[in-house]
């Protein structure tokens, strides 16, 4: 079983950046794709990117693309997510999962191992 712990949220002013983490333990990630989700208060989990197991194909959603960006580190069995330009509707929980579908699957039905999720408050 994976267990998949992010950190790296906080507190931002609108135009700033964060850079989240999702470390991955109890096995290795390096084979999954992976992808993060975020859920706004009173909205449903919306995905924002994700990324193949070998890092060559990426995918975001249109609210973030250009802003975000999704990394991974296999040797230390992390994935991140670099946020620019923050926007005060980007304030959510940001999750990590593993895809188990296509690579640049969008739908949270494919995706398993959720982590407990970080916290992004952006202020205008």
């Known amino acids: 079983q994976v267990q998949l712990v992010e950190s790296g949220g906080g507190w931002v002013q609108a135009g700033g950046s964060l850079r989240l983490s999702c470390a991955a333990s109890?096995?290795?990630?390096?084979?999954?794709?992976m992808g993060w989700f975020r859920q706004a208060p009173g909205k449903e989990r919306e995905f924002v990117a994700a990324i193949s197991w070998n890092a060559f194909n990426l995918y975001y959603a249109d609210s973030v693309k250009g802003r975000f960006t999704i990394s991974r580190e296999n040797a230390k069995n992390t994935v991140y997510l670099q946020m620019n330009s923050l926007k005060p509707e980007d304030t959510a929980v940001y999750y990590c999962?593993?895809?188990?579908?296509?690579?640049?699957?969008?739908?949270?039905?494919?995706?398993?191992?959720w982590g407990q999720g970080t916290q992004v408050t952006v202020s205008s």
């Open positions: 109890g096995r290795r990630i390096s084979s999954y794709h």
């Open positions: 999962s593993i895809n188990t579908g296509p690579p640049g699957s969008t739908w949270s039905g494919h995706y398993n191992n």
